[in-house]
């Protein structure tokens, strides 16, 4: 079964740091594209990052020098390296996983169940 | 301000059809291929249509989508009070070199 699952979330202090990672089993992660999707409290979506097969990362511009995405092929992990948080940051993490590397990056097609992270004094 | 533009809410009666649109620009829904999101409350999204049209498997045949020019459109058929959800449209901008979703549309089935 093709699953997604997400970890290390909590509650960090502004300014602080914190690492996510998204478990992948059913498929490899190297093979697809991999993403960071959040959900501040009461509001939409929100695209974070992508990593492409060859390395090739993309980030949001309200996280962009702060935030890292990247992946362990040896654990099928992708993680989310989160820097600098701030009280904005505030949000349930989704990790999504994109279209095989053959293709565009034009979905997301299985989802975690996200993980969430509070940022607040 | 979301880049991808949806109405905030929609509604219709059991067993009606609703239309959702998502608006944007030749950067992103005219140049590149538009997926569609439901998200029940308190669940993860779930991917309904991708590459404009397309189901993936086990998504029934009542979800269609469409793209005409700089906007595209999820439509619902046989409406079910378990349909009520949020949706999204995304893609992704070849300008901004990022992955675009819409503000989202509540769904509410009457």
Do not use: H
């Not at chain 1, 997604?4 to 992660?29: H, I, K």
């Not at chain 1, 702060?66 to 099928?76: A, L, P």
């Amino acid at each position: 079964e093709v699953q997604l699952v997400e970890s290390g979330g909590g509650l960090v202090q502004p300014g602080g740091s914190l690492r996510l990672s998204c478990a992948a089993s059913g498929f490899t992660v190297s093979s697809n594209y991999m993403s960071w999707v959040r959900q501040a409290p009461g509001k939409g979506l929100e695209w974070v990052s992508v990593i492409y097969s060859g390395g090739r990362k993309y980030y949001a511009d309200s996280v962009k020098g702060r935030f890292i995405i990247s992946r362990d092929n040896s654990r099928n992990t992708l993680y989310l390296q989160m820097n600098s948080l701030r009280v904005e940051d505030t949000a349930v993490y989704y990790c999504a996983r994109g279209p095989p590397i053959s293709q565009y990056y034009y979905y997301m097609d299985v989802w975690g169940k996200g993980t969430t992270v509070t940022v607040s004094s | 301000q979301s880049v991808l533009t949806q109405p905030p809410s929609v509604s219709a009666a059991p067993g009606q059809k609703v239309t959702i649109s998502c608006s944007g620009s030749s950067s992103n829904i005219g140049n590149n291929y538009v997926s569609w999101y439901q998200q029940l409350p308190g669940t993860a999204p779930k991917l309904l249509i991708y590459d404009n049209n397309k189901r993936p498997s086990g998504i029934p045949d009542r979800f269609s989508g469409s793209r005409s020019g700089t906007s595209a459109t999820l439509g619902i058929t046989g409406l079910q009070t378990g349909d009520e959800a949020d949706y999204y449209c995304g893609t992704w901008d070849s300008s901004l070199s990022a992955w675009v979703f819409g503000g989202g549309t509540k769904l509410t089935v009457l």
